[in-house]
């Protein structure tokens, strides 16, 4: 026969071990939500840091080829020109 006491600290007991188990669940959990979250973090930072280097490379490309394209037209207007002058 177990005393009143015995058996109060028993369910006391159980009590203890559920709240621990609770609480390691809830500390599982928040570490994978967090977790979770610094990996999205991580995709979308390196995915618009991509994009922006993307443009910014295609910006530089186009700059490069407008430039080219005006020299190319000037040199050839000065060429035309100083023909004509001579001729």
Known sequence: MQLPWRRDAM???EIVVIA???TVVVVVVVVVVVVVVVVIVVV?????????VAAVIVL????????VVVV???VVVVVVVVIVAVA
Request: proline share 0%; aromatic share 0%.
């Open 44 to 52: 979308v930072v390196t995915v618009v840091v991509v994009v922006v």
């Open 72 to 74: 190319v037209v000037v």
């Open 20 to 22: 621990a188990a609770a």
């Open 11 to 13: 369910v006391l007991g």
């Open 60 to 67: 530089v490309v186009v700059v490069v080829i407008v430039v």
